[in-house]
């Protein structure tokens, strides 16, 4: 735990932002934040410094990711196939399987030292669903967890027809986070036929608009996301 606890948390909106300059970014932050958690062990009590926390919100042009535990003939589109779709492709250093960026869709990065809010990865990741269900929650959209597989799903009691909304993948290191999820606002869903998502073939996808038959403003969906992460979270947003 850090000597000094810093629950402020820098909120940015970057709009509609390439991927690979927005993962260049994460890294950036990561990488700063994680060299000084290394510099605070071997500094004096009196010396420590804080580290600094970020969620950032994008939403990024097509792109079709590979997490380190997923395969690639979950990628369904050669290289032309991808060019036709007008879709580029990343192998990344999150956890999970193939997933799909796109316009419609809220993604964030919450690039946080868990050191100042606590050091349990699997609580991370169910407050960051949780976010979602209860976003969802004000929208008359019950949605919940399936056992065994992360982010947030419709149907996930009955299960006759599950569809996943929102999907997750992260990477943390000395408890510093980055990656996140990915919500389905008002997503093209055709985008997600390109591949096997999350590596699983047997449940769908779906999105708010879907669901509620009408386009959803995201400007609202994003400050409702943002309000449930800082609640649970205990945060201060800057």
């Not at 946080?112 to 949780?130: G, Q, S, W």
């Not at 969802?136 to 569809?163: F, M, S």
Request: proline letters at 3%.
């Amino acid at each position: 735990m850090n000597k000094v606890i810093n629950k402020k948390v820098k909120f940015l909106d970057l709009g509609q932002k390439d991927y690979k300059e927005t993962w260049d970014f994460q890294e950036e932050i990561f990488a700063k934040t994680v060299t000084l958690k290394i510099e605070n062990r071997k500094a004096g009590e009196e010396n420590q410094q804080l580290t600094e926390n970020y969620l950032l919100f994008v939403e990024h042009p097509h792109v079709y990711t590979l997490g380190k535990s997923g395969e690639l003939s979950h990628l369904l589109l050669d290289e032309v196939g991808l060019a036709e779709k007008g879709a580029t492709f990343y192998k990344i250093n999150r956890g999970g399987d193939i997933t799909y960026h796109g316009p419609g869709q809220l993604v964030g990065y919450p690039i946080l030292d868990l050191d100042n809010f606590f050091t349990d990865i699997h609580k991370y990741l169910r407050f960051l669903e949780e976010a979602i269900i209860m976003t969802l929650a004000e929208y008359g959209i019950e949605a919940g967890r399936i056992d065994g597989l992360t982010g947030v799903w419709l149907d996930h009691v009955a299960q006759k027809n599950p569809r996943k909304i929102c999907a997750l993948g992260v990477k943390s290191s000395r408890w510093v986070t980055m990656h996140g999820f990915a919500f389905n606002v008002n997503a093209d869903l055709t985008y997600f036929g390109n591949i096997v998502p999350c590596g699983i073939a047997d449940k769908a996808v779906t999105s708010m608009h879907l669901e509620l038959g009408r386009p959803v403003d995201e400007q609202e969906v994003k400050n409702k996301v943002k309000k449930h992460i800082a609640t649970l979270f205990e945060m201060e947003i800057e």
